[in-house]
């Protein structure tokens, strides 16, 4: 009786000795499933990072689905907040590693410059002394030399001008004018600016210079003045032919140029729709024109100025834009599609403006007249050489900058007008950051002794 008890008490000890074996096997299984499972969520992610995943929702995504599949497989409450914690923090990181720093531009364009107007400084360039074709962008050669006729009064808007079976031959984009048919320079100016219209810039080249060629060569001539050292042109339009290339860089030139001197190209350029009328011997008929530049649909501040295309050239643009007294060039050549342009653009200006303040100062006080020394005049009046402008664009403040003057206290005859005699000087925070000449406004000839013996008797005799 005694032994069976005892064999009775030895098995069920070893039965309670296996059953908690068991148990600590089961829960060793469960750990291993659970940390395979978070490896493989640290993995994907890992690859994720790897291959720059375009979409931001793809690591927080990957790292939910990782949390989900453990909470399925393990009830513990403390692993379930772990593995939900360490999925929220993935994300954020992914986003950090493969999203620009705020505020960069990587456009997609093969060659970008960004240029504030006034004082002409680069705030952004990407290749942009790289030659490429600039499609209808050379358009704005062909308008700056049309406003400086019109400047020397070489003709008038008014005028009439005949258009010739050259011009009307173009290809590309047009307003379809007939050999023969006359148009105002006015209504041409119009064709170029709004319609971008090749058989318009030929009319006008050959009206302003006698030919296309010799236009042309008054193209160069001033892209040779502006500085534009990678520039040659072939045509007045555009149109695809060997050697016609510029760079971003000489095409903001340009730019700056036409939009600084001849502001009035925006009282074109900023139309969206307008019409002109083809008289012809057909009869009479209006024909429309709509901007080609989509832009100024698209940007509160767009301003103009020329966009361009050809399957060679891609689109490209060279676009203004102002906001308060800040006026910014875009140019963006051999952008891959319309849509990526518009962004480049958008993207680009917002920078521009984010980043930059500018400093004016007119310089419309008067100042006051220098002695002169051994003149025929007692005094000699002087002005400012112009306006002084700042561009900033590290955040300062403006409201620091201080003006000196450096100017003698007499000056001597003989004085030129227009002659240096002293500078208008620009600090901010002691530091130097410009200046403005000081010219002399008349001219003062030396006096001799015949002078002072002919004062001296007017005044005896007087």
Same mark, same amino acid.
């Given at each position: ?38 490896g493989a969520a640290s993995g994907t992610e890992q690859n994720s990072r790897a291959s ?14 990782? $949390?989900? =599949?453990?909470?399925?497989?393990? %009830?513990?409450?403390?692993? *379930?907040?772990? &593995?939900?914690?360490?999925? @929220? ?119 302003? $210079?006698? =030919?296309?060629?010799?236009?042309? %060569?008054?193209?160069?001539? *001033?892209?040779? &003045?502006?500085?534009?050292? @990678? ?232």
């Amino acid at each position: 009786m005694y032994l069976k008890k005892a064999i009775f008490s030895l098995l069920l000890t070893c039965s309670l000795a296996l059953g908690s074996t068991s148990s600590a096997a089961a829960s060793a299984t469960n750990e291993t499933e659970s940390t395979g499972q978070n490896g493989a969520a640290s993995g994907t992610e890992q690859n994720s990072r790897a291959s720059e995943t375009k979409e931001d929702n793809t690591a927080s995504g990957t790292g939910q689905d990782s $949390a989900a =599949s453990g909470t399925k497989q393990n %009830d513990n409450e403390s692993r *379930k907040k772990s &593995a939900a914690a360490s999925a @929220n923090q993935a994300a954020p990181q992914e986003k950090g590693e493969t999203d620009e720093a705020p505020g960069a531009l990587n456009p997609a364009a093969k060659s970008a410059l960004l240029m504030e107007a006034k004082t002409g400084t680069v705030i952004y360039e990407k290749n942009a002394d790289e030659r490429l074709r600039p499609a209808s962008v050379t358009k704005i050669m062909t308008l700056l030399l049309i406003f400086e006729g019109l400047e020397k009064k070489q003709y008038t808007l008014e005028d009439v001008v005949t258009v010739s079976e050259h011009a009307a031959g173009m290809g590309g984009s047009q307003v379809f004018l007939e050999q023969g048919e006359t148009q105002t320079v006015h209504d041409l100016i119009k064709c170029i600016s709004i319609a971008s219209a090749n058989d318009a810039c030929v009319a006008m080249a050959e009206f302003v $210079a006698g =030919s296309e060629p010799a236009f042309v %060569d008054q193209m160069n001539a *001033k892209a040779k &003045a502006l500085g534009m050292k @990678n520039t040659t042109f072939a045509n007045c339009c555009g149109l695809e032919a060997d050697g016609h290339l510029t760079t971003a860089r000489d095409i903001a030139l340009m730019s700056r140029e036409l939009i600084s001197k001849y502001p009035q190209i925006h009282d074109y350029c900023t139309v969206w729709q307008d019409s002109i009328t083809h008289e012809t011997r057909r009869g009479s008929s209006e024909f429309g024109l709509t901007n080609t530049n989509k832009f100024l649909k698209q940007y509160p501040y767009a301003t103009g100025l020329k966009t361009g295309y050809t399957s060679v050239a891609k689109y490209c643009i060279s676009a203004t834009a102002k906001k308060d007294s800040l006026e910014l060039i875009t140019v963006l050549m051999a952008e891959p599609d319309i849509k990526s342009r518009v962004k480049d653009l958008k993207n680009c200006m917002d920078y521009g403006f984010a980043k930059c303040k500018l400093y004016e100062d007119e310089n419309s006080d008067a100042l006051p007249p220098l002695p002169v020394l051994r003149g025929k005049e007692s005094t000699l009046k002087v002005n400012y050489d112009g306006a002084f402008e700042y561009l900033d664009t590290e955040g300062r403040d403006l409201g620091a900058v201080e003006k000196t003057f450096s100017l003698p206290e007499y000056i001597e005859a003989p004085v030129n007008e227009g002659d240096i005699v002293g500078e208008a000087v620009y600090t901010l925070n002691g530091t130097h950051i410009g200046s403005v000449s000081i010219r002399a406004a008349a001219t003062v000839e030396q006096a001799d002794y015949k002078y002072y013996f002919t004062k001296a008797a007017k005044a005896y005799f007087r």
